[in-house]
T-cell receptor, first 113, second 115 residues
Framework: AQSVTQLDSQVPVFEEAPVELRCNYS??????LFWYVQYPNQGLQLLLK??????LVKGINGFEAEFNKSQTSFHLRKPSVHISDTAEYFC???????????FGKGTMLLVSP | EAQVTQNPRYLITVTGKKLTVTCSQN?????MSWYRQDPGLGLRQIYY???????DKGDVPEGYKVSRKEKRNFPLILESPSPNQTSLYFC??????????????FGPGTRLTVT
């Protein structure tokens, strides 16, 4: 069965500091990986996705993620966060041949001044 | 503007009173889906539809029904709501029928409270 683990439920960080949000998925031959962001009282929007090719994926708002097949990870990073990055972040995975997207439980990023 | 709309945005109802949450998309997407979001559990898929008249169960379908009579609409029906269905519901659509590679576009959410 597909599964996604987000290791941290909450990550507090100061403004302008770097941040890494961790995501691990259950192993599969062909996998597609996504990070979504949910700002307060809003729906989810796509930050970035990995389908194939380069393992370093760049997304919107200065975020990037690295696909690591050997460690089955897809960690999200930003070198310098802003207050406006405060939101909940969801890692999601889908597998070739399947028609569902499985989400992790989310990581709340709290950026303080 | 390309979007997914849901109505109502907020709903308080009582146990057993049938309700429908509507979802509509104007992007001509084949794939549509319903999720519920609960604290500490993330998003869990309720039902999805790969095309008109084609629907299938997700991870938590019990107590819900859906229909897909038109491409743009995908209503979620709770025939007899119970308090454990109190949740935040999201509708989403995707241009990718197989979904695997496709981005999903989410609606703004419907907050349902069942007393």
């Amino acid at each position: 069965a597909q599964s996604v683990t987000q290791l941290d439920s909450q990550v507090p960080v100061f403004e302008e500091a770097p941040v890494e949000l961790r995501c691990n998925y259950s192993s599969s031959v062909s996998v597609y990986l996504f990070w979504y962001v949910q700002y307060p009282n809003q729906g989810l929007q796509l930050l970035l996705k990995y389908l194939s090719g380069s393992t370093l994926v760049k997304g919107i708002n200065g975020f990037e993620a690295e696909f690591n097949k050997s460690q089955t990870s897809f960690h999200l990073r930003k070198p310098s966060v802003h207050i406006s990055d405060t939101a909940e972040y969801f890692c999601a995975v889908s597998y070739s041949g399947y028609s569902t997207l499985t989400f992790g439980k989310g990581t709340m990023l709290l950026v303080s001044p | 503007e390309a979007q997914v709309t849901q109505n109502p945005r907020y709903l308080i109802t009582v146990t057993g009173k049938k309700l429908t949450v509507t979802c509509s998309q104007n992007m001509n997407h084949e794939y549509m889906s319903w999720y519920r979001q609960d604290p500490g559990l993330g998003l869990r898929q309720i039902y999805y539809s790969m095309n008109v008249e084609v629907t299938d169960k997700g991870d938590v379908p019990e107590g819900y029904k859906v229909s897909r009579k038109e491409k743009r609409n995908f209503p979620l029906i709770l025939e007899s709501p119970s308090p454990n269905q109190t949740s935040l519901y999201f509708c989403a659509s995707s241009p990718d029928v197989g979904l695997a590679r496709g981005e999903q576009y989410f609606g703004p959410g419907t907050r349902l409270t069942v007393t």
